[in-house]
């Protein structure tokens, strides 16, 4: 019964590779999102997204693109993976985009070597 | 953009005590100010939030005030117990749909 659920959980793989994590939540809500937490423990949205619609795109590279098949799902694909791409990337959701409560995923530990 | 600045980054304290964290936001049209509390390991869970209608918010033992008028907000924790040892994250949202931005964090260490 996990609200919001990330697969998988650790991820270790080399430079030049092409991975991808899930994210799943079970909580009715209309909004996702993607965050990045480096190694200092600096939280930073990447993208969000709002029944399907792409509401939110920081300064991303273009290797990250997210893709939402449905409001329940937000999947995050990167391209020829660099090391400075290790870090913990969570996923949240909200009720809707207008700043009611966000739940956080437990996280992926992405590790490039 | 929004920046947000949070202070101290490390906090120790001895069981009882009070702990309080501070935090100060830049943009002005930031109107919604939640606390998150991060275990090792896991994701970060929202422990109370305060909008810029109201100047304080209590929950049990956590409390968060806000002056709009400084641009600050704090964090209280009162009898701190060694389960409230964690990372605390301060962050402001309300210009931007959905967009948080988050402090450096705070980590937090209850002595028994």
């Known amino acids: 019964d996990t609200a919001v659920s990330q697969t998988p959980k650790y991820l270790v793989t080399q430079m030049g590779n092409d991975k991808s994590i899930k994210c799943e939540q079970n909580?009715?809500?209309?909004?996702m999102y993607w965050y990045k937490q480096d190694s200092k423990k600096f939280l930073k949205i990447m993208f969000s997204?709002?029944?399907?619609?792409?509401?939110i795109n920081e300064t991303v590279p273009n290797r990250f693109s997210p893709k939402s098949p449905d409001k329940a799902h937000l999947n995050l694909h990167i391209n020829s993976l660099e090391l400075g791409d290790s870090a913990v990337y969570f996923c949240?959701?909200?009720?809707?985009?207008?700043?009611?409560?966000?739940?956080f995923g437990p996280g992926t530990r992405l590790t490039v070597t | 953009g929004e920046n947000v600045e949070q202070h101290p980054s490390t906090l120790s304290v001895q069981e009882g005590d009070s702990a309080v964290i501070k935090c100060t936001y830049s943009?002005?049209?930031?109107?919604?100010f939640p606390w998150y509390k991060q275990e090792l390991g896991k994701g970060p869970q929202l422990i109370i939030d305060i909008r810029s209608n109201v100047g304080e918010k209590k929950d049990q033992r956590i409390a968060v005030t806000l002056n709009k008028t400084a641009k600050h907000f704090s964090l209280h924790i009162t009898e701190t117990q060694p389960e409230d040892s964690a990372v605390y994250f301060c962050?402001?949202?309300?210009?931007?749909?959905?967009?948080?931005?988050f402090g450096q964090g705070t980590i937090l260490t209850v002595h028994p």
């Open positions: 949240a959701s909200s009720p809707t985009k207008d700043f009611y409560e966000q739940y």
């Open positions: 943009d002005s049209a930031s109107n919604y």
């Open positions: 997204y709002n029944n399907k619609e792409l509401i």
């Open positions: 909580l009715g809500h209309d909004t």
């Open positions: 962050a402001a949202g309300g210009t931007s749909y959905g967009k948080l931005t």
